[in-house]
């Protein structure tokens, strides 16, 4: 896109500074860039590198004071925003930028209607009232793909899915037609099928309004799809910047280069089909009841996990495939017995299901979990060490304390920390160090079978590479059986050996992970692995949102 | 988690040669990263702070309130060996020469026997506390009719009407009472102090019990849920039902008037505080991801409970630790004033101020009786605010 004298921002050499006590901490240091109208242009970086920072400054939406600018300038429209009164700049917030942010869960009110939230900003901007509020909100949702509009305009946030509600955002945001749409992430919280969606209605609302976009997103994949420049963030600093081509094919700074070469490598454990079986399932259910009325009768169920058969041989790796809420993370904690299911769990040739809880507990030191947020799975009051012996603790309780010590530090050294940090605390450690003491807590007791329930979806991309590595050798090296749950294909596809697509709680297909990607049976398998390979969008009939 | 202390660790396999040094643990005792910036925000809070060290040093010396306001001497030096009447009682013929006629043998009454003061003083010397007084101690030459004026405010007026009424004269011999006395002729000052000591101790044991009973009422019914929580939550609303008061005057005709039965009846009620926060901290912690790491390793529920979730809830619990204290502190005064409080002659604060109205023109025993219930409370207030704030992370301190 040909780019005009006088570009509509323009952001020099600008800083930000976080306050904290005494310190003083830079995030943001020195940063150049510029939008021209109706252009797109991405800011890429792991999580921390500044890059929401950048766009939340460009807003003014900081918290001031604890934050402030050293220096530098934000010139829109041929305006400075940074000497800008706080009243100035809600004229400009939501009328000429406006803001999409990663979470539609959190990022609209939810005791709010959906007409009431839209009609706010029109109200607030426009002075539009009554009808013609009500005939511009409905024109937006329209606009923004939303069937049958007027039936949802009394409708609250939680009766919509979370594609929807990432679509009201949108509407949200173009209402007032701004001249810079800012995209804080916005399609990471959402599934594949429906990322691919949003970035689309993205693209050609761009095109019909000629709206300049700022796209924040970790993801180097999306940005190819979307951008006509990129800047490529770490630490604060813009490193490289570019057209998205030139970028993509001749990466000149090596964080970049590091970045592009983030994807996890093929190299799926292989099958092993004369092996022991390590898990078997047979027709395995998890029914939720629905209970209705006075006398709390069962009226229906929610089948989360509706007959399921799985054998799992020893060495093997199950790749669990499925948007969110097709039920692939009850089937592990199901087949982990930490939720009741129905049907027969065989663990190395004993039947687990109708266990009392002590009487599993012989059985746990051979199957362990791993789980999806670094943050939410470690004790945040208990050191590191405490967190890896927990299990030792449990089942060999007379084990001497040098041979504890020495079980921790060898857990340790084989997820690859320095075992000096066992004193420390989880949050003085980073989201992939932390994935990694979630790890060693698995293997220290030395278990067969472990269950990874999207180990690296909360990751950045090089952290996932490197979370994918450390699965794979320990996999190697201890002959572990695995199975990986995940939404992400591109990491499933790096470790499993055999494939498994989930949907509504029922498996759609099944088989060998090389089989199936290089012919996938069913329509909705097709559409899946073209929404996360190549960012398309299927047949609205295929994949409902 | 007791054998942690033995740390040898074979070095060789384990660490590269070159690799840095195992961090030694960091001692038990030690504030945890955490713990360390709460303190350090509480610190910042000068007013908070301030009134945690003024209430210690108070609450320190009303624990020595037996050295500090005491009939009994603290200390005596007779004959060249040392006694400490505070501690022990001792018959008056120590004090005297083998054969004196004049002794009897019973316990040495320091305070109405000045040939006893004057036979040790010959022989030796006699250390006094501050205030001669013990809480029951009965004034027995006043200047004027109880409740008498603080020594210190006596008028000439005063001292005209004692010498007329036959009371004791206004010289250097009247004894001090730095805060009058009140209705029964008992040294105000000295009943403050017991008053202050027995109030807090009172509100800290009721506050200790009723956090650990409704810590462990709250666990149990978050953590299980279900219908432990239904029935658990139904059965407290029944209860708080119940008027408090009207049981507390029932209960007080019934039982026999003492510390530890308030405390019992006062334990029944005040336990309930606590219940739905740290039940909701529970419900709210049952769901973490390491809480199902946690069974997934098979750790017991007892163990998740007190381990993994307790330190969690402890939070919440700590910021209205304090508050409670200075509820339960009110309570306690506030039986005392309606006479349903501790045993009559206790030195107890609501006593006092029950005096004062009944006697609004003994200003000495208003005034001292609101200051100290006043100041008491308002320190356990501002260090309440001062917790609360240290513990709140996203409170940003400037």
Same mark, same amino acid.
Not at chain 1, 305 to 316: A, N, P
Not at chain 1, 505 to 514: I, L, M, R, S
Not at chain 2, 260 to 275: D, E, K, M, R, Y
């Given at each position: ?137 409905? &024109? ?32 949200? #945001? ?70 998205? &081509? ?18 996890? @490598? ?57 948007? /969110? ?21 065989? =663990? ?31 004790? $945040? ?8 012996? &927990? ?34 605390? $989880?949050?003085? =450690? ?66 499993? /050996? ?13 088989? $060998? ?33 | ?18 690799? $840095? ?7 038990? =005792? ?33 624990? /020595? ?57 010959? @022989? ?65 000052? #000295? ?32 953590? =299980? ?18 008027? &408090? ?102 030195? /107890? ?50």
């Amino acid at each position: 896109m040909a780019r005009s004298t006088m570009p509509l921002l323009s952001v020099r050499d600008l800083s930000v500074a976080f306050r904290q006590g005494e310190r003083e901490m830079l995030a943001l240091d020195h940063v150049s860039f510029d939008i021209g109208k109706g252009e797109t242009v991405a800011l890429v970086g792991e999580s921390g590198s500044g890059k929401s920072c950048a766009a939340l400054s460009v807003m003014k939406l900081l918290p001031y004071p604890q934050a402030h600018h050293p220096s530098g300038s934000i010139v829109f429209k041929g305006k400075d925003l940074i000497p800008a009164s706080e009243r100035e700049m809600q004229r400009v917030r939501g009328d000429d930028i406006s803001i999409i942010f990663q979470e539609p869960l959190t990022s609209l009110n939810p005791l709010h209607t959906i007409e009431k939230q839209i009609a706010e900003v029109l109200e607030v901007h426009r002075g539009l009232r009554g009808p013609a509020a009500r005939a511009r909100v409905i &024109e937006l949702l329209s606009q923004v793909g939303i069937p049958d509009p007027e039936s949802r305009l009394a409708g609250y946030p939680h009766q919509l899915s979370g594609g929807q509600r990432q679509r009201v955002m949108i509407a949200l #945001a173009l209402a007032n037609e701004p001249d810079l749409l800012i995209a804080d992430e916005p399609t990471t919280a959402l599934d594949v099928t429906v990322q691919a969606q949003i970035l689309k209605l993205l693209k050609d609302l761009q095109a019909r309004l000629g709206m300049a976009m700022l796209f924040i997103t970790h993801d180097l994949g999306i940005v190819r799809q979307v951008a006509d420049h990129v800047h490529v963030m770490t630490q604060g600093k813009i490193v490289e910047h570019g057209p998205v &081509e030139r970028v993509y094919t001749a990466p000149q700074h090596p964080y970049t280069r590091q970045l592009l070469a983030a994807e996890p @490598k093929k190299e799926p454990a292989p099958l092993n089909p004369s092996g022991p079986i390590v898990v078997r399932t047979d027709d395995l259910k998890v029914w939720f009841p629905i209970k209705r009325g006075m006398l709390r009768s069962v009226v229906g169920h929610i089948k989360a996990v509706d007959g399921v058969s799985i054998e799992l041989r020893k060495g093997e790796t199950l790749g669990v495939v499925g948007e /969110s809420g097709s039920g692939k993370t009850t089937l592990g904690l199901a087949i982990l017995r930490l939720i009741s299911s129905d049907g027969p769990v065989v =663990f190395m040739g004993h039947q687990l299901q109708g266990l009392k809880f002590k009487a599993m507990r012989p059985y746990r030191r051979n199957m362990q979990i791993v789980f999806q947020d670094p943050y939410g799975s470690l004790s $945040p009051r208990l050191s590191v060490s405490d967190i890896i012996e &927990e299990g030792l603790w449990v089942h060999h309780p007379k084990m001497p304390a040098d041979e504890r010590e020495r079980r921790v530090i060898r857990a340790l050294t084989d997820v690859g920390l320095e075992p000096s940090t066992r004193f420390r605390y $989880p949050h003085e =450690f980073s989201g992939g160090q932390r994935q990694r003491i979630a790890v060693a807590r698995a293997i220290v007791l030395e278990p067969t079978f472990v269950v990874l329930d999207e180990p690296t979806s909360a990751l950045d991309m090089l952290i996932q590479s490197q979370i994918v590595a450390l699965l794979r050798k320990l996999q190697r090296d201890r002959d572990l059986t695995y199975m990986f749950i995940s939404h992400d294909l591109k990491v499933v596809s790096a470790l499993a /050996s055999r494939i498994m697509v989930m949907r509504q709680g029922k498996v759609v297909e099944e088989g $060998p992970a090389a089989e199936v990607f290089a012919a996938p049976k069913s329509d909705y398998t097709r559409a899946l692995f073209a929404a996360a390979f190549s960012l398309e969008t299927a047949a609205a009939d295929v994949v409902a949102e | 988690m007791d054998a942690r202390a033995p740390r040898s660790i074979p070095e060789t396999p384990l660490t590269t040669p070159t690799g $840095p040094v195992l961090a030694p643990a960091p001692s038990r =005792f030690g504030l945890s990263p955490l713990n360390r910036r709460r303190w350090e925000n509480f610190k910042r809070n000068r007013r908070g702070y301030m009134s945690l060290w003024i209430f210690a040093v108070l609450f320190v010396l009303s624990l /020595s309130a037996e050295l500090i306001a005491n009939d009994q001497p603290i200390y005596i030096r007779y004959d060249g060996t040392s006694y400490f009447p505070v501690l022990f009682t001792y018959p008056d013929t120590t004090f005297a020469d083998k054969n004196d006629p004049d002794v009897l043998g019973t316990a040495a009454d320091y305070r109405n026997d000045p040939d006893l003061i004057a036979r040790i003083n010959k @022989k030796g010397w006699i250390v006094w506390p501050p205030i001669r007084f013990h809480y029951d101690t009965r004034v027995d030459n006043p200047p004027m009719p109880f409740p008498s004026k603080p020594t210190w405010a006596l008028t000439r007026a005063d001292c005209a009407k004692a010498a007329e009424g036959g009371f004791a004269k206004c010289d250097a011999k009247l004894e001090p009472n730095w805060l009058g006395t009140d209705v029964n002729g008992r040294d105000v000052a #000295a009943r403050l102090i017991y008053g202050f000591r027995i109030s807090v101790l009172f509100g800290l044991i009721l506050t200790v019990l009723s956090s650990v009973v409704g810590v462990i009422a709250g666990a149990v019914q978050g953590y =299980f849920g279900g219908w432990t929580d239904l029935l658990f939550q139904r059965v407290i609303e029944i209860w708080t039902s119940i008027p &408090e008061l009207y049981l507390l005057l029932i209960l007080s005709a019934v039982l026999a008037q003492g510390f530890f039965t308030l405390l019992g009846i006062l334990l029944l009620f005040s336990w309930v505080g606590l219940v739905r926060l740290v039940r909701a901290e529970f419900l709210r912690g049952r769901n973490f991801e390491y809480i199902t790491a946690a069974r997934a390793l098979g750790v017991s529920n007892a163990v998740i409970m007190f381990r993994h979730l307790l330190p969690n809830a402890m939070v919440a619990t700590m910021t209205y630790v304090p508050f409670i204290l200075s509820g339960a502190v009110m309570t306690l005064t506030a039986l005392d004033f309606l006479g349903f409080g501790l045993p009559p002659g206790s030195p /107890s604060l609501g006593e006092l101020l029950n005096e004062a109205k009944a006697n609004p023109y003994a200003w000495w025993l208003g005034l001292s009786g609101f200051f100290t219930v006043a100041i008491m409370l308002s320190l356990l207030i501002f260090i309440g605010e001062a917790v609360r704030d240290a513990f709140d992370a996203r409170k940003i301190f400037r």
